[in-house]
């Protein structure tokens, strides 16, 4: 068995997972989770079926581990995994499937507003309120950094419906934003 000194470098926690040893297993876990709950959180409301996700994460990563390369950082490898569980899980699931509404393609106003005092904890729970579609493509290219490319081969869309998707997404934010200025003001004037 190795010691828990063994896992206080990457490599050494990779190989304790490689040669099957639990506590290793254990110890990426418990680094980890807090994480990619975070990330299976963004793309699926509820907590419970998140954290499902999360795990069915987990178990996908201990078993293509022996494919990672030392080719770029391990977390990212991981991260990966973990986002690409969660969005086969929602085109997998009926009730979760992305809405595309392309028909009503009029323009939101432009706002003029200010992230005065906009906790990202708040912003982050409006990202959460977006419809499924539209606040799956914004985690994927805002916070997760992938390409309207990449994005619409992962969801099986194309990209100018990405591009779209976003877009809507940022102008519900922005009107979402907009409106809480006034009642800050009023509040604080």
């Known amino acids: 068995m190795f010691s828990r000194t063994n896992f206080s470098t990457e490599s050494g926690l990779i190989q304790g997972c490689l040669k099957g040893d639990r506590s290793a297993q254990r110890h990426l876990y418990e680094t980890y989770s807090g994480k990619f709950l975070a990330i299976c959180i963004r793309y699926l409301k509820d907590r419970e079926h998140a954290e499902d996700v999360m795990i069915e994460g987990f178990m996908k990563i201990f078993d293509k581990l022996p494919q990672f390369e030392n080719k770029g950082s391990f977390e990212g490898w991981m991260k990966r995994i973990m986002v690409t569980q969660a969005l086969?899980?929602?085109?997998?699931?009926?009730?979760?499937?992305?809405?595309?509404?392309?028909?009503?393609?009029?323009?939101?106003?432009?706002?003029?507003?200010?992230?005065?005092?906009?906790?990202?904890?708040?912003?982050?729970?409006?990202?959460?309120?977006?419809?499924?579609?539209?606040?799956t493509v914004f985690n994927l290219y805002a916070i997760e950094g992938y390409s309207h490319k990449e994005i619409a081969d992962l969801l099986g869309i194309n990209e100018s419906t990405s591009k779209?998707?976003?877009?809507?997404?940022?102008?519900?934010?922005?009107?979402?934003?907009?409106?809480?200025?006034?009642?800050?003001?009023?509040?604080?004037?």
Do not use: C, W
């Open 88 to 135: 086969m899980t929602l085109r997998s699931n009926r009730h979760l499937m992305m809405e595309v509404n392309m028909e009503n393609d009029s323009e939101f106003k432009d706002h003029n507003y200010e992230l005065t005092s906009l906790e990202a904890e708040e912003l982050m729970e409006m990202v959460k309120a977006l419809p499924v579609g539209y606040r």
């Open 164 to 189: 779209s998707q976003l877009n809507r997404a940022r102008n519900v934010l922005k009107e979402k934003i907009a409106s809480l200025i006034p009642n800050e003001r009023r509040i604080n004037g």
